[in-house]
């Protein structure tokens, strides 16, 4: 059984027992906090998804920038570059000043506590920072005192054919013919592998996802998704899958409980993409088309309930049914529920009853 509960958003100091230079590119990038890398001069280095995404910037276009001078020109003074020279010529490592701040942007304030942290070896500095409340834009504040916008940093990448939504984020327009494309190129390339990879993009893309979902309930009213009732997170979801044109998707509660929760898509796009799908005795599982979704809200969930959790897909509209139905259950039932599928379980109510079962009747079957 698995709880959905608030989980307040995880902050920076949970870097602090490791070495933040050791993450990869993809891992700051799944961390619900900015992170920001500076050479010794303010160069930026690195720069994760989360910043890019508050900050409503292009990350590529502002790696090898000037953070103090050309990006966050809101930074400027004692109270922050201050600060960050003062660690500098100290050469001490570790994490070595936390202040609270105020980023002005032409779209609004933010409020955010900042950590400062060196690597115990090389000439790198690391701004953690975590966003605490969203405000309308100050207007006192001069224009040479408020960060750069994507425009003035790419002004004419509109003529070279680069879309961007109303708050800034980069998107492409894809036609439902492009996972078409992708199925059959994973099929002729390295067939039965498509479930698994797709699960796997799944995940990842539902981590950012969950990342990207932040920002949206902080700017929205101050709060992280964790903090939220989860009736509000599932309506920021449906609406944020139904923007992308995913299809309709509805979350079931009632057998929460037990443990399970329910998830229903309508007009998935990946399923309308897939070929139309017939289960097998080969492969009973072969007429469930959807695994990327089932990993986009096993990895969104968890990062609600702060705990891993896993999502399958357990009806397909690929294969003639009226929409996709997915459950979502703690990750250590996950075999459980594969099992259940194995067998013929489809419904949702066999798959309940499957998971209440005790180990020994399940060996006596």
Not at 59 to 71: S, W
């Amino acid at each position: 059984m698995f709880e959905l509960k608030k989980v307040p958003i995880a902050r920076s100091t949970t870097l602090n027992s490791l070495n933040v230079d050791e993450q990869s590119d993809l891992e700051l990038d799944t961390l619900p906090f900015g992170v920001v890398c500076l050479d010794q001069e303010g160069t930026i280095l690195r720069y994760n998804l989360y910043e890019a995404q508050f900050a409503r910037l292009d990350r590529n276009q502002v790696l090898g920038r000037d953070f103090f001078n050309e990006i966050a020109r809101c930074t400027r003074g004692d109270a922050f570059e201050g600060q960050f020279r003062r660690v500098v010529a100290s050469g001490a490592s570790g994490s070595l000043a936390q202040f609270p701040y105020i980023f002005d942007f032409v779209f609004g304030a933010q409020e955010v506590q900042v950590e400062i942290m060196r690597p115990v070896s090389g000439a790198r500095w690391y701004l953690l920072i975590n966003r605490l409340r969203v405000a309308a834009p100050r207007p006192d504040r001069p224009a040479n005192q408020v960060a750069v916008e994507q425009r003035s940093l790419a002004p004419n990448e509109r003529e070279l054919g680069v879309r961007r939504d109303l708050v800034e984020r980069r998107v492409a327009e894809v036609p439902w013919s492009f996972f078409a494309a992708l199925r059959a190129t994973c099929d002729a390339l390295a067939p039965g592998t498509w479930q698994l990879f797709c699960a796997e993009w799944g995940v990842q893309f539902g981590r950012r996802l969950a990342i990207d979902l932040e920002g949206t309930a902080i700017s929205n009213g101050g709060l992280s998704l964790g903090e939220l009732p989860m009736s509000e997170v599932a309506r920021l979801v449906s609406r944020r899958l139904a923007d992308q044109g995913m299809g309709q998707t509805t979350f079931d509660f009632a057998a929460l409980r037990e443990g399970v929760l329910v998830v229903e898509v309508a007009r998935s796009m990946l399923a309308e993409a897939a070929p139309r799908a017939h289960r097998s005795a080969e492969d009973p599982l072969s007429d469930l088309a959807c695994p990327l979704v089932a990993g986009t809200l096993g990895a969104l969930v968890s990062h609600v309930a702060g705990r891993r959790l896993s999502a399958r897909e357990v009806v397909c509209a690929s294969s003639g049914e009226p929409l996709c139905r997915f459950v979502v259950t703690a990750n250590e039932r996950r075999d459980a529920v594969e099992a259940a599928l194995l067998s013929g379980a489809r419904g949702v109510d066999s798959i309940r009853a499957a998971l209440r079962r005790t180990p020994a009747e399940t060996a006596n079957e």
